[in-house]
Nanobody
Framework: VQLQAFGGGLVQPGDSLTLSCATS????????VGWFRQAPGKEREWVSC????????YYADSVKGRFTISRERTKDAVFLQMNNLKPEDTAVYYC???????????????????????WGKGTLVTVSS
């Protein structure tokens, strides 16, 4: 299964960036899509998740109000709009998918990396002046 995150780059503090998650094998309409990130020397951290059930969205406290996750069904893609970026947002960002064919992803599980079925290659976001 090919799942790929796109759109990383070098930006300055306060800038915005939009990441995309796309796939060549899955139909993302039936999957919850989550975003995780891993900074150098740190553990992987959950960032956000969009469920395909009722378009529910979830955010980590560290990004709430700055990041927005959205789904574009016609393009079978999920986006992470990141505004007011800070140096501490620097990390490799990964998208992951959870099959929701048989039911919605539990809100209590969306933060747990092990609950996701598929992972993509990451994209590096560097926030620096």
């Amino acid at each position: 299964v090919q799942l790929q995150a796109f759109g990383g780059g070098l930006v300055q503090p306060g800038d915005s960036l939009t990441l995309s998650c796309a796939t060549s094998r899955l139909v993302l309409d039936y999957y919850a899509v989550g975003w995780f990130r891993q900074a150098p020397g740190k553990e992987r951290e959950w960032v956000s998740c969009a469920s395909s059930w009722e378009d529910s969205t979830y955010y980590a406290d560290s990004v709430k109000g700055r990041f927005t996750i959205s789904r574009e069904r016609t393009k079978d893609a999920v986006f992470l709009q990141m505004n007011n970026l800070k140096p501490e947002d620097t990390a490799v960002y990964y998208c992951a998918a959870k099959d929701e064919t048989w039911g919605a992803f539990k809100a209590t599980d969306v933060m747990t990396a092990g609950q996701y079925d598929y992972w993509g290659k990451g994209t590096l976001v560097t926030v620096s002046s």
